[in-house]
């Protein structure tokens, strides 16, 4: 999956070279900072620059720090820093990028201004407004529940359930007019009076948006209802165009064998999260498909990542913010410590990546279909800042409204990933909430589709979500719009850091972006060997995947409690290695020091007394500029490189069409299914099926018209013991004889408790159309097991009936040997992936398969095996396609967890893995 590098880039430079005079610069610095911090230019708005040395040392230190953002850091911030948009950027021979010194400020209004604008609802109404609905809402059995927002926290509000609010919700499910909404709901004066009087209530309570409310994505909302920028606080893009220019297209070539060799190497994103969101859901819905809202309602559903308790014990969750998965770090700490000797790291040499063997995963991550690498150019050498994203618009995005060209690239991206897809349906999510930082996710629309959530939506065809339903297929969760039928792939083409959030709706659909893809590829060393006193530089070829690092403390510049002398800091300094250009800080809130600038050591000595110990990272300044100006004024520069694979990542699921209504899906307690959980330990189980149970249905086998039992361990390990009842008169009885046979059982403790539940079929994992088959299937299946049981079956006879009954469907003609071989090799391998296998356990195995090959099996007259045998032939052959492959697999692992009473998943990874070697043994000697 090697992919190719889109010929466009957007590139980011600071406002002055990096060669810049701070006194030569200082009224275009004033500006700035005028736009920045108003607070502090008060502070020096009359300062010339022939003052600057006069200042005292905290100001002037202040100044120092805006001045070293404005010549090193090229992060978007007001007129600090500047993009650029350059198509065809590559060439044969490297020719220098030529940029306008001159900045194009786009202005825009500041998005916090939002919160002081007010206006007139019944005005409003007589200017024959728009209204759209917050389609957040969903029933409970007597109210509706909705998301709002209330001082920038989230709650679900609930109202009582209305019909005439049904319908109005319902009629805005796009963009409506007041008088186009009164034509549609058909209402005479009286009704229009008692519609508009309860619009208003609906818009304070949040339930429905106007086109006065603000939307994030699309046309900007401010030029949208008529406000201009002209004496408003204003939010800034600055742009430089280019000139003239492109890079070497020769320095890029190892970036593809670079991103093959990670992608083999680093594991997949893992939102853990996810997965317990995953296995809540299984637990609570197995295979249905519900609506979104009602799966993470934290009372019907089962809620997303704890956050609907975000609040109830602040306290105490604080201990758990920011805790990491180390298993990534310290698998690849394991792969590499052979070829890495900590000890070895030397200042002067670099370690170089593809010069390291080491094994690489079986199996290669699979990479989103767009994704980004954030770099610099110095000289010869691409020193990599961040390789990955789930989309290369997360960090383009922004600059879409500052730019046609731009816009039009992002949509560009967001066809890739379409066409790759042809059968998903992407979405951009619309999301506000901080407005001190909600500048960055303003973005024109570049996705087809949006979800906007608790903001207004000027696209054509809004996605609602209510509309949305949510499943898990194969351990992957499956949104899907049941108005259009499509898959749905949630986007967020903004670079804002969405686990701020706590909003469980925003962060499920953020975090599903990351669901089977490897969004992470950046590699240093510093994440692989954590807590070293120094990293050497890490490179692939000319390519530089960490720079050098040296950790340094508080305690290194003072003496005797008083700061070192700049003369000191130099020669300590210097006797640490430590480069001639180095930075420190936090993620790109950084401030670069030049190691011969008294000047810039005394500010780090500064910046020292208020750590206690951090790093300092080398930078690696260039002897000739990739970028500058055309008064050759060199920039340090940062170019946002995309990437891109044509290759489908997404697989689609049909959705069922049949009606489930058609046959009853629940019987409660009384009706003609009796359901009992006995809670019991596994090895009790066995007994109770031998005993107990046979002894119970032989007594009332007139009465009983079917029956079957699997085992379960959620909530504790028991039997579910299910039986269906010629007449439902009988059921008080069953229950109160069953209760006695289980009697001294539960007085010594043996069973710990037995319920009568209600049973809930499972229509959406069998199909409406063959449940009864099924149920009749695992009656068989079950008298089947209990007859093995009743003889103390070892394991591996349990193993070779299972494979004898392959041997009768392929007999039977259910499947030809290979499909059989293909499926039963695809539900191994994902075992073994399950069970995290090595070398080692496969040796064990082999060994066990040998064992399990020579022991005898003696295939004896079994009437219970033929009707088992029969009866899964039978209802395979009422399946076709995918479905009889997905219901094979079903109806195994069913028979699996009735075989064994514990460990059923690692068993059933051992007879599968028996069983395909069984299968190719039988097909090689023919």
Same mark, same amino acid.
């Given at each position: 999956?090697?992919?190719?590098?889109?010929?466009?880039?957007?590139?980011?430079?600071?406002?002055?070279?990096?060669?810049?005079?701070?006194?030569?610069?200082?009224?275009?610095?004033?500006?700035?900072?005028?736009?920045?911090?108003?607070?502090?230019?008060?502070?020096?708005?009359?300062?010339?620059?022939?003052?600057?040395?006069?200042?005292?040392?905290?100001?002037?230190?202040?100044?120092?720090?805006?001045?070293?953002?404005?010549?090193?850091?090229?992060?978007?911030?007001?007129?600090?820093?500047?993009?650029?948009?350059?198509?065809?950027?590559?060439?044969?021979?490297?020719?220098?990028?030529?940029?306008?010194?001159?900045?194009?400020?786009?202005?825009?209004?500041?998005?916090?201004?939002?919160?002081?604008?007010?206006?007139?609802?019944?005005?409003?109404?007589?200017?024959?407004?728009?209204?759209?609905?917050?389609?957040?809402?969903?029933?409970?059995?007597?109210?509706?529940?909705?998301?709002?927002?209330?001082?920038?926290?989230?709650?679900?509000?609930?109202?009582?359930?209305?019909?005439?609010?049904?319908?109005?919700?319902?009629?805005?499910?796009?963009?409506?007019?007041?008088?186009?909404?009164?034509?549609?709901?058909?209402?005479?004066?009286?009704?229009?009076?008692?519609?508009?009087?309860?619009?208003?209530?609906?818009?304070?309570?949040?339930?429905?948006?106007?086109?006065?409310?603000?939307?994030?994505?699309?046309?900007?909302?401010?030029?949208?209802?008529?406000?201009?920028?002209?004496?408003?606080?204003?939010?800034?893009?600055?742009?430089?165009?280019?000139?003239?220019?492109?890079?070497?297209?020769?320095?890029?070539?190892?970036?593809?064998?670079?991103?093959?060799?990670?992608?083999?190497?680093?594991?997949?994103?893992?939102?853990?999260?996810?997965?317990?969101?995953?296995?809540?859901?299984? %637990?609570? &819905?197995? $295979?249905?498909?519900? +609506?979104?809202?009602?799966?993470? #309602?934290?009372?019907?559903? =089962?809620?997303? @990542?704890?956050?609907?308790?975000?609040?109830?014990?602040?306290?105490?969750?604080?201990?758990?913010?920011?805790?990491?998965?180390?298993?990534?770090?310290?698998?690849?700490?394991?792969?590499?410590?052979?070829?890495?000797?900590?000890?070895?790291?030397?200042?002067?040499?670099?370690?170089?990546?593809?010069?390291?063997?080491?094994?690489?995963?079986?199996?290669?991550?699979?990479?989103?279909?767009?994704?980004?690498?954030?770099?610099?150019?110095?000289?010869?050498?691409?020193?990599?800042?961040?390789?990955?994203?789930?989309?290369?618009?997360?960090?383009?995005?922004?600059?879409?409204?500052?730019?046609?060209?731009?816009?039009?690239?992002?949509?560009?991206? %967001?066809? &890739?990933? $379409?066409?790759?897809? +042809?059968?998903?349906?992407?979405? #951009?999510?619309?999301?506000? =909430?901080?407005? @001190?930082?909600?500048?960055?996710?303003?973005?024109?629309?570049?996705?087809?589709?949006?979800?906007?959530?608790?903001?207004?939506?000027?696209?054509?065809?809004?996605?609602?979500?209510?509309?949305?339903?949510?499943?898990?297929?194969?351990?992957?969760?499956?949104?899907?719009?049941?108005?259009?039928?499509?898959?749905?792939?949630?986007?967020?083409?903004?670079?804002?850091?969405?686990?701020?959030?706590?909003?469980?709706?925003?962060?499920?659909?953020?975090?599903?972006?990351?669901?089977?893809?490897?969004?992470?590829?950046?590699?240093?060393?510093?994440?692989?060997?954590?807590?070293?006193?120094?990293?050497?530089?890490?490179?692939?070829?000319?390519?530089?995947?960490?720079?050098?690092?040296?950790?340094?403390?508080?305690?290194?510049?003072?003496?005797?409690?008083?700061?070192?002398?700049? @003369?000191?800091?130099?020669?300590?300094?210097?006797?640490?290695?430590?480069?001639?250009?180095?930075?420190?800080?936090?993620?790109?809130?950084?401030?670069?020091?030049?190691?011969?600038?008294?000047?810039?050591?005394?500010?780090?000595?500064?910046?020292?007394?208020?750590?206690?110990?951090?790093?300092?990272?080398?930078?690696?300044?260039?002897?000739?500029?990739?970028?500058?100006?055309?008064?050759?004024?060199?920039?340090?520069?940062?170019?946002?490189?995309?990437?891109?694979?044509?290759?489908?990542?997404?697989?689609?699921?049909?959705?069922?069409?049949?009606?489930?209504?058609?046959?009853?899906?629940?019987?409660?307690?009384?009706?003609?299914?009796?359901?009992?959980?006995?809670?019991?330990?596994?090895?009790?189980?066995?007994?109770?099926?031998?005993?107990?149970?046979?002894?119970?249905?032989?007594?009332?086998?007139?009465?009983?018209?079917?029956?079957?039992?699997?085992?379960?361990?959620?909530?504790?390990?028991?039997?579910?013991?299910?039986?269906?009842?010629?007449?439902?008169?009988?059921?008080?009885?069953?229950?109160?004889?069953?209760?006695?046979?289980?009697?001294?059982?539960?007085?010594?403790?043996?069973?710990?408790?037995?319920?009568?539940?209600?049973?809930?079929?499972?229509?959406?994992?069998?199909?409406?159309?063959?449940?009864?088959?099924?149920?009749?299937?695992?009656?068989?299946?079950?008298?089947?097991?209990?007859?093995?049981?009743?003889?103390?079956?070892?394991?591996?006879?349990?193993?070779?009936?299972?494979?004898?009954?392959?041997?009768?469907?392929?007999?039977?003609?259910?499947?030809?040997?290979?499909?059989?071989?293909?499926?039963?090799?695809?539900?191994?391998?994902?075992?073994?992936?399950?069970?995290?296998?090595?070398?080692?356990?496969?040796?064990?195995?082999?060994?066990?398969?040998?064992?399990?090959?020579?022991?005898?099996?003696?295939?004896?007259?079994?009437?219970?095996?033929?009707?088992?045998?029969?009866?899964?032939?039978?209802?395979?052959?009422?399946?076709?396609?995918?479905?009889?492959?997905?219901?094979?697999?079903?109806?195994?692992?069913?028979?699996?967890?009735?075989?064994?009473?514990?460990?059923?998943?690692?068993?059933?990874?051992?007879?599968?893995?028996?069983?395909?070697?069984?299968?190719?043994?039988?097909?090689?000697?023919?």
């Amino acid at each position: 999956m090697k992919p190719h590098i889109h010929p466009s880039i957007i590139f980011r430079t600071p406002k002055f070279s990096y060669q810049a005079d701070l006194e030569d610069s200082w009224d275009e610095l004033k500006k700035a900072i005028s736009i920045s911090s108003t607070a502090f230019y008060e502070t020096i708005r009359n300062v010339e620059a022939k003052d600057l040395k006069n200042l005292s040392p905290k100001i002037y230190f202040t100044v120092w720090k805006y001045f070293n953002r404005a010549k090193y850091r090229s992060t978007p911030y007001g007129t600090f820093a500047s993009f650029s948009f350059l198509a065809d950027a590559f060439h044969e021979t490297s020719k220098k990028i030529t940029i306008s010194e001159e900045q194009i400020v786009h202005q825009f209004v500041d998005w916090p201004y939002r919160n002081k604008l007010n206006f007139d609802f019944e005005e409003w109404i007589g200017h024959n407004g728009q209204l759209f609905c917050n389609s957040s809402y969903y029933l409970t059995h007597n109210s509706i529940r909705y998301i709002a927002c209330t001082n920038a926290v989230f709650e679900l509000a609930e109202i009582d359930r209305n019909d005439f609010v049904m319908e109005i919700l319902s009629a805005c499910a796009k963009p409506i007019a007041i008088n186009n909404l009164i034509d549609k709901l058909e209402l005479n004066e009286a009704g229009k009076a008692e519609l508009l009087e309860l619009l208003q209530d609906m818009h304070s309570l949040q339930l429905i948006f106007t086109n006065r409310d603000p939307n994030i994505i699309g046309e900007d909302y401010f030029k949208r209802i008529g406000i201009e920028s002209s004496n408003l606080p204003k939010y800034l893009i600055a742009e430089r165009k280019v000139i003239d220019g492109g890079l070497d297209e020769h320095l890029l070539k190892p970036i593809p064998g670079l991103i093959d060799l990670l992608s083999k190497t680093l594991k997949s994103d893992n939102r853990k999260a996810l997965k317990s969101f995953i296995s809540r859901f299984n %637990s609570k &819905f197995d $295979q249905q498909e519900v +609506p979104l809202s009602i799966a993470l #309602d934290p009372e019907m559903g =089962v809620g997303y @990542d704890e956050l609907e308790q975000a609040g109830e014990d602040d306290f105490v969750a604080q201990f758990n913010a920011g805790k990491k998965n180390d298993e990534e770090k310290e698998s690849l700490k394991s792969v590499l410590k052979n070829q890495l000797s900590t000890s070895a790291f030397k200042n002067t040499e670099p370690v170089y990546l593809n010069k390291l063997a080491f094994e690489t995963n079986e199996k290669e991550s699979t990479l989103p279909n767009t994704f980004s690498l954030l770099m610099s150019v110095v000289d010869d050498l691409l020193c990599v800042d961040q390789i990955g994203g789930v989309t290369a618009n997360a960090l383009t995005g922004r600059f879409s409204i500052a730019d046609k060209a731009v816009e039009g690239y992002c949509k560009e991206i %967001s066809t &890739f990933e $379409q066409i790759a897809n +042809p059968d998903m349906l992407f979405f #951009d999510v619309a999301y506000m =909430v901080e407005t @001190d930082v909600d500048n960055i996710n303003r973005r024109k629309l570049v996705y087809d589709h949006q979800l906007s959530i608790l903001n207004f939506d000027t696209s054509i065809v809004p996605l609602l979500l209510s509309d949305i339903q949510i499943s898990v297929r194969n351990h992957e969760v499956v949104l899907r719009s049941k108005m259009l039928n499509k898959r749905l792939i949630p986007r967020m083409a903004s670079a804002y850091n969405y686990t701020r959030s706590d909003l469980s709706i925003f962060r499920l659909l953020c975090d599903l972006q990351h669901q089977g893809l490897q969004t992470s590829l950046s590699l240093t060393l510093d994440s692989i060997f954590p807590d070293l006193d120094f990293y050497p530089r890490f490179q692939y070829h000319h390519v530089v995947l960490s720079a050098a690092k040296w950790r340094v403390k508080k305690a290194h510049f003072l003496l005797d409690k008083e700061v070192i002398s700049i @003369d000191e800091c130099r020669l300590f300094l210097n006797k640490l290695g430590v480069s001639k250009y180095f930075k420190t800080g936090l993620s790109d809130q950084t401030l670069c020091f030049n190691l011969d600038r008294d000047e810039d050591l005394n500010a780090f000595l500064q910046y020292m007394q208020k750590q206690s110990q951090l790093y300092l990272e080398e930078v690696i300044m260039p002897i000739d500029s990739v970028v500058a100006d055309q008064n050759q004024k060199p920039y340090l520069t940062q170019f946002i490189l995309n990437l891109y694979h044509n290759n489908p990542i997404y697989t689609k699921f049909e959705s069922s069409s049949e009606n489930l209504d058609a046959v009853q899906q629940l019987f409660l307690p009384g009706q003609e299914w009796l359901y009992f959980e006995i809670y019991c330990h596994q090895q009790r189980s066995d007994e109770l099926l031998v005993g107990v149970i046979p002894a119970f249905l032989n007594q009332f086998a007139s009465k009983i018209k079917s029956w079957f039992f699997i085992r379960y361990n959620e909530h504790g390990n028991h039997l579910r013991f299910r039986v269906l009842l010629h007449d439902n008169s009988d059921g008080q009885k069953l229950v109160s004889v069953f209760g006695n046979y289980l009697q001294d059982y539960i007085f010594s403790g043996l069973v710990s408790d037995l319920q009568l539940k209600s049973y809930k079929r499972e229509l959406e994992r069998y199909g409406a159309d063959i449940i009864i088959n099924v149920e009749d299937h695992f009656s068989a299946d079950s008298n089947f097991v209990i007859s093995l049981l009743q003889y103390g079956t070892a394991a591996f006879a349990k193993y070779k009936w299972c494979s004898k009954i392959v041997d009768e469907l392929l007999k039977a003609g259910v499947f030809d040997s290979e499909v059989m071989v293909k499926v039963i090799k695809m539900v191994s391998d994902s075992f073994n992936k399950e069970h995290h296998l090595n070398a080692t356990d496969f040796k064990k195995l082999n060994q066990q398969y040998q064992q399990y090959k020579n022991t005898p099996f003696e295939i004896e007259e079994n009437e219970s095996f033929n009707i088992f045998k029969q009866s899964f032939i039978q209802l395979l052959n009422l399946t076709e396609g995918n479905r009889k492959v997905k219901l094979f697999t079903d109806l195994m692992h069913m028979h699996v967890n009735r075989l064994f009473s514990k460990d059923q998943r690692t068993n059933e990874m051992v007879m599968y893995y028996f069983l395909l070697k069984d299968i190719q043994r039988k097909r090689a000697i023919g």
